[in-house]
């Protein structure tokens, strides 16, 4: 956990702290709530839903993959609003494997 902290904090510094604090400070602003961003910041916590217990835990909610399989075709369509040909593949990847542990998990 130190060594995280100490590693954002560094990548802080050098990127620089004003920058990156004026970019987050959008989080606060109304006008930054858009339909595409609502569902980018939606799709991205249900990914670290499941990434983090993952990693941390070494537990899987594969529950969860429902709402990924979700909120990543949510993307797709946001991602096109953004031009942002790398999230559409990225999503793509995403919806496939959120498919295969649902069909893992679902199937007899």
């Known amino acids: 956990m130190i060594i995280s902290i100490i590693y954002a904090v560094t990548l802080f510094v050098l990127i620089g702290i004003k920058k990156i604090s004026s970019v987050l ?8 709530w858009t ?3 609502i569902i980018e910041f939606s799709a991205w916590m249900a990914k670290a839903a499941i990434i983090i217990p993952g ?7 594969w529950q969860l993959h429902f709402l ?4 990543s ?12 040909p790398t999230l559409i593949l990225f999503n ?4 496939f494997i ?6 893992r998990h679902i199937s007899f």
């Open 25 to 32: 400070k959008m989080l606060f602003s109304i006008k930054y």
């Open 68 to 71: 990924t399989l979700f909120t």
């Open 55 to 61: 990693l941390v835990y070494g537990k899987e909610i």
């Open 92 to 95: 793509t990847i995403w919806i």
């Open 73 to 84: 075709s949510l993307l797709i369509w946001a991602s096109m609003r953004k031009s942002l």
């Open 98 to 103: 959120s498919l295969s542990i649902i069909i």
């Open 35 to 37: 339909d595409y961003n």
